[in-house]
């Protein structure tokens, strides 16, 4: 199974980047699947999921209004739309997927059989 990450960049504060997470060797209907980060220094964090069946989304409290994931079955990709950036959100995104993860771990990094390298998004002027 492998998660390729892509779209991250250098953007200014206040704009806006789409990342995806391409899935190959899986279909990502059979697993659930989140974006983290993890900035310089720091843990990595929970940032957004989807359960299985696609039909609850989890978020951050602190960038529901900011961050929106989605996915695609068709093209087996799932997506985290980034907005209003700012340079705390600087950091290295990574998608992540697992058919174990439950609404209880969503969030912990643990849960998750799989994992893409990371792409690096920094917010900056």
């Known amino acids: 199974v492998q998660l390729q990450a892509s779209g991250g960049g250098l953007v200014q504060p206040g704009g806006s980047l789409r990342l995806s997470c391409a899935a190959s060797?899986?279909?990502?209907?059979?697993?659930?699947v989140a974006w983290f980060r993890q900035a310089p220094g720091m843990e990595r964090s929970f940032v957004a999921g989807?359960?299985?069946?696609?039909?609850?989304?989890y978020a951050t409290d602190s960038m529901k209004d900011q961050f929106t994931i989605s996915r695609d079955t068709a093209r087996n990709t799932v997506y985290l739309q980034m907005d209003s950036l700012r340079p705390d959100d600087t950091a290295v995104y990574y998608c992540?997927?697992?058919?174990?993860?439950?609404?209880?771990?969503?969030?912990?990094?643990?849960?998750?059989?799989?994992w893409g390298l990371g792409t690096l998004v920094t917010v900056s002027s």
């Open positions: 992540a997927a697992g058919p174990s993860v439950i609404s209880s771990n969503v969030r912990n990094p643990n849960a998750y059989a799989y």
């Open positions: 060797g899986r279909t990502i209907s059979r697993d659930a």
């Open positions: 989807i359960n299985r069946s696609g039909g609850k989304i």
